[in-house]
């Protein structure tokens, strides 16, 4: 694995990357500024925001290196819609996609997606107020929704980091031709 590359626009993704970074001794650069340090094809773990549904920069990730991981980072819980999140992006099976929550901060959105946010409070977030029941999980969607927070927790990473130890160790272990443990 060359490097972890990501695109954030209020910090959540940003600080996942750079606590991947100093779990895994990667280094980590924004997408914007990838090109300058990384050739095409480079192996990658790729993190990007996500805005209705779709992850950040991704296309633009995987178009110039080749993405071994990618984590996607929204409001949702950790480790939740994993399979909706690939199947929206076009994310390939052999590729593992993790979720993992950052949270909502309203006062850092630019923007359209200040204008977007508003929408999505007068659409999903009435739709939600207005249900008779809710589940914890729709409730803590409105809870972000109508006053925002910052979720992110270094152990909602764990998942990514261990398939990142393995699949750095199982790399080592091939290129000795000692075979790779399952
Ligand atoms: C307009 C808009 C749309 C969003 N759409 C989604 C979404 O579809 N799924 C989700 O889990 N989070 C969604 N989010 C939440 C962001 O992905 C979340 O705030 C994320 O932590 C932002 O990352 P950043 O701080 O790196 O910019 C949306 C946020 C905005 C403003």
Redesign the pocket.
């Known amino acids: 694995m060359d490097a972890i590359v990501y695109t ?7 600080r996942y990357a750079r606590l991947l970074g100093r779990r895994t001794g990667l280094p980590v650069w924004p997408l914007t500024e990838a090109e300058r340090a990384l050739p095409p094809g480079a192996e990658i773990v790729y993190l990007g ?5 779709g992850i950040n920069g991704y296309r633009t990730a995987a178009g110039r290196y080749w993405v071994r991981a990618v984590c996607a ?4 819980p950790t480790g939740s819609q994993t399979e909706l999140v690939r199947r929206r992006n076009g994310v390939p099976p052999a590729v593992p996609v993790f979720t993992v929550q ?4 309203p006062e850092k ?1 630019r923007g359209v ?1 200040r204008r ?2 508003d929408t ?1 409070v007068q659409t999903a977030g009435a739709a939600l107020a207005g249900k008779r029941e809710r589940t914890a999980e729709e409730d803590g969607a409105l809870e972000l929704l109508l006053r925002g927070g910052d979720c992110v927790r270094p152990e909602a990473l764990d998942a990514a980091a261990r398939w990142l130890e393995r699949t750095e160790r199982c790399g080592l272990l091939l290129a000795r031709a000692d075979g790779c443990p399952a």
Do not use: D, F, K, R
């Open positions: 954030s626009h209020t910090g959540s993704t940003e925001w996500l805005l209705c549904g980072v929204g409001m949702g950052g949270g909502l901060q959105l997606y977007m946010l999505l």
